[in-house]
C-alpha cells in the first residue's frame, strides 16, 4: 500500500490539512488520506469501495465523539460516550456537520418552512408588520387610545343624548347571579340584557341554559363640550368595566358602535388580542385552527370505504362496518327504519331509496318502532337511533385499543379540514394581511413565487409599517435565495418535510448551513447529486462553493462527473468493493486523478474507458400499460405510456412530477390492485394493461441503515 500512496500531497502546508492516519474503519486497509482545508474535497469510488466508511465512520465519527467529550462527565452519563472509530489519528479536525440523506422528518407538523427557519421569520413579520381585519365583517381592525375615542365622541355625536355602555358579557351562558350581584355594590344603576335596559334588582339573575349579551349602563348623557369632564370620567369608568371595551349607542336610534384599546372591529365590536409571532404558528394552542390542532386535515368517515359495494343488501354484509346480518339491536333497528320505506334488509343497498340510505347512515329524527315480533315482548319498543356514523365516531372516541384504532382507521380518509380550509391557523390568525395575502397563503406559494412576492410588498405598505418590516424581510429573501440557489424554488413552505425526498432534504439542510453563515466548519455531505437534473446540478455546485469562501471545508462522497470535475481535491478510494477495495488508489486535482493509471475513476473522467451505449436495445414485447388523465400535484390530465418488459426511464427536471407520477400514482395504483396495499393513489382517468403484471416491488432511496451496524445480509 505503501507504494500507492506516495502520489500528491506535497504541496500542501501541513497545518492547512486534515490528516487521517492509520483507518481500518469497516474494510478500510489502515490508509493515510489528506484533505486540504477550506477546500472542496470529493471522496469517490466505487459502491462499497469504503467511501462512506472513511468519510462518516471514520472523519464524522470522530468529530462527533470529540465534540461529545467536551461535555462534562456528568452530561456524558446522559448522552454516552462514543466509541473511538478505528483510526491511528486525525489532525487538524475541525468541527464536523453531516449533511446526509436519511435524516427524514416524519412529524406532520414539521414543514419546509419550519425546518428553514424561513416560516418564523415570516410569524414575526406578521406579529410585527400585519394589519388585522375583522372576520366577521371583513372591515380594518381598529384601537384608540382613551383621548383619541373622546375627540371621537365629541365630534361623532355632538349634540346627541347617548348611553356609554361597558360590555361584560358576550353571546355566553350563565345566570350570572354573582355578576349583577357586584355591579350592585359598585353602585350601577342599570344594565342591558340582550338588548333590553333593566333596573339591577337583588337576587336579580338570568336563564342560565341561554346565550347573553350583557352590558352595563355606565352613564347617559348629552354629547356636549361643557360636560366633556362628566363624559371624560365615564369613558374611563366603561373602559375598567369593559376591560378595554366601549359601547355607545345612540339614545334615539339604537344604533349602536364599539371603541377599544385593543384591536377592534368597528361594527361587531370582536376584538383582538395584541399580535404575537405566536398567533401565527400552527404548531401553538394561540396559532392553530381549533378543528384540526393545527394540521390543516381530519380523518373523515369515507362513505365508499364504509358501503364498497352497494350491489349487496345489508343482510348480505353491504354495511362492513357491521358485516353480516347477526340477531342484534342495531339490526332491529335497521330492519325498523327499512319496514318505513317499504324495503327490506335483503334488498340490494343500490335499490333502497336514497333517504333510507341517510337515515341508517346519520340517524333518525324520531324514535323508531322496533315491533313486539322481533323482540319477543308483550308491546312495541321505542329507540333512539343515531345512524352508522355516529357510532363508528364513537368507537374512534372512545376506544383507545390499538385494535379499536386500527378497525375504525379503515373507514377513514383524510381530507382538507372544513373550518380552516387547510390553512392550519384559527380565524382570527388568518385575518392578518400583509399587502394582499395572509401568512398562510404565502406558505402555499412555490418559492419562486413568494420570491416575486416579497420583492414588491414593500411598495404596498405604510411607511411605519415598511421600516419595521425591512430587516425582517431582508432576512427572508437571503433565505429564499439559498433555498432557490440548490434548486429547490418548486418547493412551497408549507410542504411537509415527511413528503421530501432524500435529496431535496438534504438540500434544504445545505441551504440553511449557508444561512447560518457558521466558518471553520467541516460539512461532510452524502451525494448531493443524487436524484438532481444537470441544470440543477451546476446550481448545487455553486452552493457548495458559496459554503466553501464561507471559510469551510466541504468532503463530498460523490460519484457524479461534473461535481468531481469541479472538486479542488479528489481522494479515490477502491480499488473494488468490500475486500478487494478499502485502499487508498490515489489522490489529488482532477488532472491527477486522470494522469493515474490505476485509478478506475481517472480512467473514466479522462475518457480512457467510457460506458457504451447498447448496440441494440430490448424492445417491448406489445404489451403496454396506459394510464390516462393524471392529477396530482402539478400534473394536469397527462397521460403516460409505458411499455412492459423493458426498462423504462423517466425523467425530467426537479419538481417536473416525475415522482409524483412514479410514486404517487402509477405505484400506489399497482400496489393497491396487485398486492391489495391499503393505499390511495393520486388522481387519474384510467389504467389499461394492469392484467399483464403479477406484482409490483418498489426500490426506493430509503436508506437500509448505513452506520447502524447494517450489513446486506441483514
Ligand atoms: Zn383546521
Excluded at 113 to 122: H, L, Q, R, S, V
Excluded at 193 to 209: C, F, H, Q, S, W
Excluded at 614 to 637: A, E, F, V, Y
Aim: charged share 25%.
Amino acid at each position: 500500500m505503501d507504494n500507492i500512496n506516495n502520489g500528491h500531497n506535497g504541496g500542501m502546508q501541513e497545518d492547512n490539512v486534515i490528516k487521517v492516519v492509520g483507518a481500518r474503519v469497516h474494510n478500510l486497509k489502515n490508509i493515510d488520506v489528506t484533505i486540504p482545508r477550506d477546500q472542496l474535497t470529493v471522496i469517490t469510488g466505487l459502491s462499497g469501495s469504503g467511501k462512506s466508511s472513511l468519510a462518516f465512520d471514520t472523519i464524522y465519527a470522530e468529530g462527533q465523539r470529540r465534540y461529545i467529550e467536551t461535555f462534562s462527565a456528568y452530561a456524558r452519563n446522559f448522552i454516552g460516550g462514543l466509541e473511538r472509530p478505528d483510526v491511528d489519528e486525525i489532525q487538524g479536525l475541525s468541527p464536523v456537520i453531516s449533511i446526509e440523506q436519511k435524516t427524514v422528518n416524519r412529524n406532520p407538523r414539521s414543514t419546509v418552512g419550519t425546518t428553514t427557519e424561513i416560516y418564523d421569520f415570516f410569524r414575526l413579520l406578521f406579529a410585527r408588520a400585519a394589519t388585522a381585519y375583522s372576520y366577521v365583517t371583513g372591515e380594518k381592525m381598529v384601537k384608540y387610545t382613551d383621548e383619541q375615542i373622546l375627540q371621537l365622541l365629541l365630534k361623532d355625536y355632538a349634540g346627541q343624548p347617548v348611553y356609554i355602555l361597558a360590555p361584560v358579557v358576550r353571546a355566553r351562558k350563565g345566570h350570572y347571579r354573582e355578576l349583577f350581584d357586584t355591579l350592585r355594590k359598585k353602585g350601577f344603576l342599570n344594565v342591558r340584557v340582550d338588548g333590553e335596559n333593566l333596573p339591577i334588582t337583588a337576587g336579580m339573575k338570568v336563564d342560565r341554559y341561554k346565550n347573553h349579551n350583557i352590558e352595563v349602563v355606565v352613564d347617559k348623557l348629552l354629547v356636549q363640550p361643557k360636560d366633556d369632564e362628566r363624559l371624560k370620567k365615564s369613558v374611563a369608568t366603561a373602559m375598567k368595566q369593559g376591560e378595554g371595551l366601549l359601547m355607545i349607542m345612540d339614545k334615539e336610534t339604537g344604533a349602536a358602535k364599539y371603541y377599544s384599546k385593543r384591536l377592534m372591529c368597528p361594527t361587531s365590536g370582536i376584538s383582538y388580542g395584541d399580535p404575537a409571532p405566536n398567533k401565527f404558528s400552527f404548531n401553538s394552542p394561540e396559532g392553530a385552527c381549533p378543528h384540526c390542532k393545527g394540521l390543516g386535515y381530519i380523518n373523515e368517515i369515507d362513505l365508499d370505504k364504509v358501503m364498497p359495494d352497494r350491489k349487496l343488501s345489508i343482510y348480505e354484509g353491504a354495511i362492513v362496518p357491521l358485516g353480516k346480518y347477526k340477531n342484534q339491536m342495531i339490526f332491529w333497528q335497521i330492519d325498523a327504519i327499512l319496514q318505513k320505506y317499504e324495503c327490506q334488509l335483503k334488498t340490494p343497498v343500490a335499490e333502497l331509496p336514497e333517504e333510507a340510505i341517510n337515515e341508517i347512515l346519520y340517524g333518525s329524527l324520531g324514535n323508531i318502532r322496533i315491533s313486539k315480533e322481533l323482540v319477543h315482548t308483550s308491546s312495541d319498543y321505542f329507540v333512539e337511533f343515531n345512524g352508522i356514523i355516529k357510532y363508528l365516531h364513537n368507537v374512534m372516541e372512545n376506544d383507545d385499543s390499538a385494535s379499536g384504532q386500527k378497525w375504525a382507521d379503515q373507514f377513514l380518509a383524510v381530507v382538507k379540514c372544513p373550518e380552516c380550509k387547510g390553512q392550519r391557523l384559527n380565524r382570527e390568525s388568518l385575518s392578518y394581511r400583509i399587502w394582499d395575502k395572509n401568512i398562510s397563503e404565502l406558505a402555499q406559494m412555490d418559492l419562486s413565487e413568494l420570491k416575486e412576492w416579497l420583492g414588491q410588498v414593500e411598495d404596498h405598505m405604510e411607511p411605519q409599517q415598511r421600516k419595521i418590516a425591512q430587516e425582517i424581510v431582508k432576512e427572508i429573501r437571503t433565505r429564499l435565495d439559498f433555498m432557490i440557489d440548490v434548486g429547490l424554488e418548486y418547493l412551497a413552505l408549507d410542504r411537509q418535510s415527511a413528503t421530501l425526498s432524500g435529496g431535496e432534504s438534504q438540500r434544504i439542510r445545505l441551504a440553511t448551513q449557508i444561512g447560518s453563515q457558521l466558518v471553520n466548519v467541516l460539512y461532510i455531505l452524502d451525494e448531493p447529486s443524487i436524484g438532481l437534473h444537470q441544470r440543477d446540478n451546476a446550481k448545487l455546485l455553486k452552493t457548495l462553493y458559496r459554503l466553501r469562501d464561507l471559510g469551510n471545508t466541504l468532503v463530498v462522497v460523490e460519484h457524479d462527473e461534473e461535481t468531481m470535475r469541479e472538486a479542488d481535491h479528489i481522494v479515490d478510494i477502491g480499488p473494488r468493493a468490500g475486500i478487494h477495495g478499502g485502499q487508498l488508489v490515489c489522490q489529488g486535482t482532477v488532472e491527477e486523478i486522470c494522469a493515474n493509471p490505476d485509478s478506475i475513476t481517472g480512467a473514466y473522467l479522462s475518457g480512457r474507458k467510457k460506458i457504451e451505449v447498447p448496440k441494440t436495445r430490448r424492445t417491448s414485447d406489445g404489451r403496454w400499460i396506459h394510464l390516462k388523465g393524471c392529477r396530482m400535484n402539478n400534473l394536469d390530465g397527462t397521460n403516460f405510456d409505458i411499455p412492459l418488459g423493458v426498462l423504462t426511464c423517466v425523467t425530467g427536471v426537479s419538481g417536473s412530477g416525475k415522482s409524483t407520477f412514479v410514486n404517487g400514482i402509477l405505484y400506489k395504483i399497482l400496489a393497491r390492485d396487485l398486492n391489495r396495499a391499503k393505499v390511495k393513489p393520486g388522481s387519474y382517468e384510467k389504467i389499461e394493461g394492469i392484467e399483464n403484471l403479477d406484482k409490483v416491488i418498489v426500490i426506493d432511496q430509503s436508506p437500509i441503515g448505513r452506520t447502524d451496524r447494517s450489513n446486506p445480509a441483514t
